[in-house]
């Protein structure tokens, strides 16, 4: 199977980083800071928050210093390596990738906030019952989905190793 292109790769990271940045520009421009906006019911709403954190706050009271240690500067460098990963080194498959190409995508778009914005903008918020999140972004759905990929096309590729070497 050919390998994705390097074209394709920057694509598939800009489309995420692209959905991710607009959807904050529109909440940004759009939505108050704390306001509620029902999508479904209480189930899927809309409510603008600035993270000075990363994952749910974590991080957010850390002194400046290890604040931009932390959630700036480890993120570039893990963020050049995923991309050495996906354009040079290349010998992921192509699920894995794909994964790789969702979590820098993702990982560009909350980094770029934090930079520039000096926070990351949360909207998305879950309450199904007995299961709710915290509020989230496209940046981080992009993230998770990414790591399911990867993780996915880790158990794959290791089952069509072990095919091929018997």
């Known amino acids: 199977m050919s390998k994705i ?3 394709m790769i920057i694509l598939i990271i ?3 980083l ?3 940045q607009v959807s904050k520009i529109i909440v940004r421009n759009e939505v108050g800071h704390n306001e509620v906006i029902s999508i479904f019911g209480n189930w899927f709403t809309l409510t603008k928050v600035e993270n000075t954190g ?7 009271a850390l002194p400046d210093f ?3 240690i932390l959630l700036s500067v480890f993120p570039i460098i893990f963020l050049v390596y995923g ?8 010998d992921l498959s192509n699920l894995q990738i794909v994964g790789w190409c969702f979590v820098i ?7 770029y906030d934090r930079i520039v914005h000096g926070s990351v ?26 790591m399911f990929i990867i993780l996915t096309g880790q158990f794959f590729y290791k089952k069509e190793e072990s095919l091929t070497l018997q």
């Open 5 to 7: 292109s390097n074209a």
């Open 14 to 16: 800009m489309l995420n």
């Open 18 to 20: 692209g959905f991710d």
């Open 54 to 60: 990363a994952f749910l706050s974590a991080g957010s």
């Open 66 to 68: 290890f604040r931009i």
């Open 83 to 90: 991309l050495y990963m996906v354009l040079v080194k290349r």
């Open 105 to 111: 995508g993702g990982g560009t778009g909350n980094l």
């Open 121 to 146: 903008t949360d909207f998305l918020h879950l309450d199904l019952g007995l299961f709710q999140t915290g509020i989230f972004n496209l940046a981080d759905v992009s993230i998770m989905i990414g």
